[in-house]
């Protein structure tokens, strides 16, 4: 019978705390990530991370949807590589793209100071690729925790490093309603 009590007056409890919850705005906001002409991909940046987002003290967010945007570098470039290595001989040569190297832009969850990968999209190869896809199909709660973005590879440290020659950016959209606690 006291354990019937107690589950009941913690179910009670529970309610009682999610009612509490007052809407207070609702939130449409894209975090970007540009990773710079230049940047040599290794075993050293397999994950570069970008901005956060933080809920302010007192503050509950639900978390509607989350769209991951990563339009085809090549298609940015001409139809062109946008990866290219330098070789022994200090030869600059075509290498491929962010997609040969599965780039993708990651949805992260930052819990006091570890960030782990919710949901990825790989950069695309085409033009023509899907790019409206909610990657939830329930809300998200997040009163603690921070939404980030990251740009992720699976390239290791092997001859020909390829180097990126143009900026590319990758977008995340969020829609979050807010509550006061």
């Given at each position: 019978?006291?354990?019937?009590?107690?589950?009941?007056?913690?179910?009670?409890?529970?309610?009682?705390?999610?009612?509490?919850?007052?809407?207070?705005?609702?939130?449409?906001?894209?975090?970007?990530?540009?990773?710079?002409?230049?940047?040599?991909?290794?075993?050293?940046?397999?994950?570069?991370?970008?901005?956060?987002?933080?809920?302010?003290?007192?503050?509950?967010?639900?978390?509607?949807?989350?769209?991951?945007?990563?339009?085809?570098?090549?298609?940015?470039?001409?139809?062109?590589?946008?990866?290219?290595?330098?070789d022994?001989?200090?030869?600059?040569?075509?290498?491929?793209?962010?997609?040969?190297?599965?780039?993708?832009?990651?949805?992260?969850?930052?819990?006091?100071s570890?960030?782990i990968?919710?949901?990825?999209?790989?950069?695309a190869?085409?033009?023509?690729?899907?790019?409206?896809?909610?990657?939830?199909?329930?809300?998200?709660?997040?009163?603690?925790?921070?939404?980030?973005?990251?740009?992720?590879?699976?390239?290791?440290?092997?001859?020909?490093?390829?180097?990126?020659?143009?900026?590319?950016?990758?977008?995340?959209?969020?829609?979050?309603?807010?509550?006061?606690?």
């Amino acid at each position: 019978m006291k354990k019937t009590g107690t589950i009941l007056l913690l179910l009670i409890t529970l309610f009682s705390k999610a009612q509490d919850l007052q809407y207070h705005r609702t939130i449409d906001t894209v975090l970007t990530i540009t990773i710079p002409n230049g940047t040599v991909f290794n075993s050293t940046n397999f994950q570069i991370t970008g901005a956060f987002l933080t809920p302010p003290n007192n503050k509950t967010w639900k978390v509607q949807s989350i769209i991951i945007n990563t339009p085809c570098d090549e298609c940015q470039n001409g139809g062109q590589s946008t990866l290219h290595y330098t070789d022994a001989n200090g030869n600059v040569s075509s290498w491929g793209n962010l997609y040969s190297i599965s780039g993708a832009i990651s949805v992260m969850l930052r819990n006091n100071s570890n960030d782990i990968g919710l949901f990825k999209r790989q950069v695309a190869s085409n033009l023509n690729h899907e790019q409206g896809t909610n990657y939830i199909t329930s809300p998200l709660w997040l009163s603690q925790s921070q939404l980030g973005i990251a740009f992720t590879h699976t390239y290791g440290t092997q001859a020909n490093t390829p180097f990126l020659i143009m900026d590319y950016t990758g977008k995340i959209h969020f829609s979050i309603l807010e509550f006061k606690n």
